[in-house]
């Protein structure tokens, strides 16, 4: 793959927007990702250049939240093992999936996030949350852990 000079100012230029974007509202993977799959990468190599840059920004937001004490470190620990095998399977999953396949599925995927995330502006902002139950546990868990998954194979929107 030869690289052009407008290639990588491409590539700085969505870099930059999803940068500010993500450090705004979030989400800066639904733009990085599609601009690295526009300028010709393989998909599993988007989705990990884009993996790389986004954990500097996840590594950052985890420690002002674990200060700020919005972080139950204990669901953390019970949790963070089923997370990282899910995500670490769904990246493996990633680089086994041929990229004519992969590259429509991930469009696909951040599409989805990118609409839901549009209609679903106030998602998050009132707490609904009542009394945490065995059940409600057993719910989250799962969630928790097909996130982990879809961040794994794909990435973008999980925040």
Request: charged fraction near 10%; hydrophobic fraction near 55%; include cysteine.
């Amino acid at each position: 793959m030869d690289i052009s000079l407008t290639m990588i100012i491409t590539i700085i230029v969505f870099g930059f927007i999803a940068a500010f974007i993500d450090a705004v509202v979030g989400g800066g993977g639904l733009i990085s990702t599609p601009a690295l799959l526009a300028i010709g990468l393989p998909p599993s190599v988007a989705l990990g250049t884009n993996k790389l840059a986004s954990s500097f920004g996840s590594l950052t937001s985890t420690i002002k939240f674990i200060r700020s004490g919005k972080v139950d470190l204990y669901v953390v620990a019970k949790l963070f093992g089923f997370v990282f095998l899910a995500s670490a399977c769904g990246a493996y999953i990633a680089t086994m999936v041929p990229s004519q396949i992969l590259k429509p599925l991930i469009i696909i995927a951040l599409s989805s996030v990118f609409i839901f995330t549009l209609l679903k502006k106030d998602w998050g902002n009132t707490r609904t949350f009542t009394q945490f139950t065995f059940k409600k546990a057993l719910l989250f868990a799962a969630l928790f852990i097909l996130i982990g998954f879809y961040d794994g194979f794909v990435g973008g929107g999980t925040g």
